[in-house]
């Protein structure tokens, strides 16, 4: 079981674990439409669940449009207002209210506490180059200024050791576009 807590070995035990598993069972939906995959949504979700299967203390939420904007009152109370999606301000300087692919948290004004992990995942085949961009902005934001340990970038290929993954933390990544199962021998 992770926490907020756990070390980054653990929490990444865990998340190769559960994409090991979605590949295991869904990997073939990779294949589906002549070879490009189904949508990404849909690989979203599918990883989410075996997510939630693995952290029972968190929820796992896919492009969650719900958070707070905490505060401590005169009494010392933690309390909240809720707002639609985290404000995130792009790199031209604008701020637009975002929602991101997988966030683990609980559901409560103490976001600071309680924000987790955040995941934004690409297909192999998606050459955005700007939602590529504005992805690793929000987890640079998510990890330096709303409370987030880890920021997790999943790249999912269709041939499963080819998955990789760029880890922020603190703002920052601290690994970057490494193969998720790099330690197993290629087929």
């Known amino acids: 079981m992770i926490s907020r807590n756990s070390s980054l070995p653990e929490i990444k035990q865990v998340v190769k674990e559960c994409l090991n598993q979605f590949y295991s069972t869904d990997g073939s939906i990779l294949q589906r439409n002549k ?4 949508s990404e949504r849909t690989i979203v979700f599918r990883f989410a669940h075996y997510l939630q299967n693995a952290i029972s203390d968190f929820f796992v939420d ?8 905490g505060y401590i ?9 809720e707002r639609q999606g985290k404000p995130i301000e792009n790199e031209d300087r604008t701020i637009t209210k975002r929602f991101i ?8 004004y103490n976001s600071f506490q ?5 995941f934004e995942m690409k297909k192999w085949n998606n ?8 992805d690793r902005n929000n987890l ?14 999943l790249s999912v ?9 760029t880890i922020f933390h603190d703002g920052i990544p601290i690994e970057e576009n490494v193969e998720v199962f790099n330690d197993e021998a290629s087929n």
């Open 157 to 165: 290929h269709k041939i499963r050791l080819q998955a990789k993954w």
């Open 62 to 69: 896919c492009d969650f449009n719900s958070s707070f904007e």
């Open 73 to 81: 009152d005169l009494q010392g109370q933690i309390r909240g207002e």
């Open 114 to 118: 309680n924000d987790f992990i955040c």
């Open 140 to 153: 640079r934001v998510l990890t330096s200024q709303y409370g987030y340990v880890y920021g997790f970038h």
């Open 35 to 38: 070879g490009n995959g189904v």
């Open 101 to 108: 692919d997988i966030i683990v948290h609980k559901r409560d």
């Open 127 to 134: 050459t955005n180059k700007n939602e590529f961009k504005k």
